[in-house]
């Protein structure tokens, strides 16, 4: 069992920044991949940012530019930096990571921007 526990949403302005984080316990190894997703009011949750145990990164194309995917290794975190924010990008993010066959999700964390 992993555990994921995300922190650093909130409210800001349109062109602002946050930070997201994701905090990974529990039997932590071999995990694969870690990721974020969103979900706005209505919509399917869709992919925004996923980085390999090996490093490598991939994004969706509406946030290409914008976000930055990371982590630190040490610290078993994963870290979302959000800059140039767009009412657009409001939802609710998601903390992923995969284990195997296994997939893991945390509680969530809102993303309010206002234009």
């Known amino acids: 069992q992993v555990q994921l526990v995300e922190s650093g949403g909130g409210l800001v302005q349109a062109g602002g920044s946050l930070r997201l984080s994701c905090a990974a316990s529990g039997s932590i190894f071999s995990i694969n991949g870690m990721g974020w997703y969103r979900q706005a009011p209505g919509t399917q949750r869709e992919l925004v940012a996923v980085?390999?145990?090996?490093?490598?990164?991939n994004y969706a194309d509406s946030v290409k530019g914008r976000f930055t995917i990371s982590r630190d290794a040490a610290k078993n975190t994963v870290y979302l930096q959000m800059n140039s924010l767009k009412p657009e990008d409001t939802a609710v993010y998601y903390c992923?990571?995969?284990?195997?066959?296994?997939?893991?999700w945390g509680q969530g964390t809102q993303v309010t921007v206002s234009s």
């Open positions: 992923n990571a995969v284990q195997g066959t296994y997939d893991y």
């Open positions: 980085i390999t145990s090996g490093g490598s990164t």
